[in-house]
């Protein structure tokens, strides 16, 4: 007797139940409020960022990158599996942090079709910003509205960004400067947490780097990213202060 293995459910991208390609002739009525919020993204203890966002998400984040053979640079926001620190529960952000630019992309994403390779505006269609009676129109005249016009190029920007800064990560990978890390925090208050499978660039094998390929990367703009991720380092503190108070509870 033999059954039928039911294909495997696809990967939804982070924040994601269902992706559904913008369509006026569907959609035509929605509207889109940002006054919605950032609940979407409570449990999310990382979130990607571009390589564009370094110096920015540096002041607020430590800056790791995914283990694995294709790494890819994150936003670390809590030091627990399914703990934001930074969202809040009314559905605000931290007023004093940087908000990252996929959060900000949400309910929109750019996709590619797995079979023709194009690229189409995605939207998750339940999200909260979308609605019928709530925020501003997303077509007028069954045309795209300057509204949606700007989030699909926000999603674009932050599509190249992302591309450029998994570029950045696998070269900085494949040249021997990252290394698989954990990290431990103890709370004075007690408790602990333990955050594990992200790598770290060690600076001290920057060294080690031949002159041909540092002006590479210097050319590239690579070297401010660089920097950046190591001056993130400080921020571990943020996430320990912000942190404790939950531990304690």
Not at 45 to 68: D, N
Request: glycine share 10%; with cysteine.
């Amino acid at each position: 007797m033999s059954a039928t293995v039911p294909p495997a459910a696809p990967v939804m991208p982070l924040f994601f139940k269902r992706v559904v390609g913008v369509n006026p002739q569907l959609h035509g009525t929605l509207k889109l409020d940002r006054a919605a919020g950032f609940g979407f993204a409570a449990h999310a203890q990382s979130v990607p960022i571009g390589l564009t966002e370094f110096e920015a998400a540096a002041q607020h984040f430590p800056i790791l990158f995914t283990s694995g053979p294709s790494p890819v640079p994150v936003a670390l926001l809590g030091l627990r599996e399914g703990q934001n620190l930074f969202a809040r529960p009314d559905g605000g952000w931290a007023p004093d942090a940087y908000v990252p630019a996929y959060v900000r992309a949400f309910p929109f994403i750019f996709v590619e079709d797995a079979d023709s390779k194009s690229l189409f505006v995605g939207m998750e269609p339940d999200a909260p910003h979308l609605s019928a009676d709530r925020g501003q129109p997303m077509f007028e005249d069954g045309r795209p509205s300057p509204l949606l016009n700007e989030a699909v190029a926000f999603c674009q920007a932050f599509r190249e960004a992302a591309i450029a800064g998994g570029a950045f990560a696998r070269a900085l990978d494949a040249a021997g400067l990252l290394e698989e890390e954990e990290a431990t925090v103890s709370f004075t208050a007690g408790g602990s947490a333990r955050v594990r499978g992200f790598k770290l660039l060690k600076p001290e094998r920057l060294a080690d780097v031949d002159d041909a390929t540092f002006l590479e990367w210097r050319r590239m703009g690579w070297l401010t990213a660089i920097y950046a991720h190591l001056f993130s380092a400080g921020r571990w503190g943020r996430l320990i202060e912000l942190g404790a108070p939950r531990a304690a509870a």
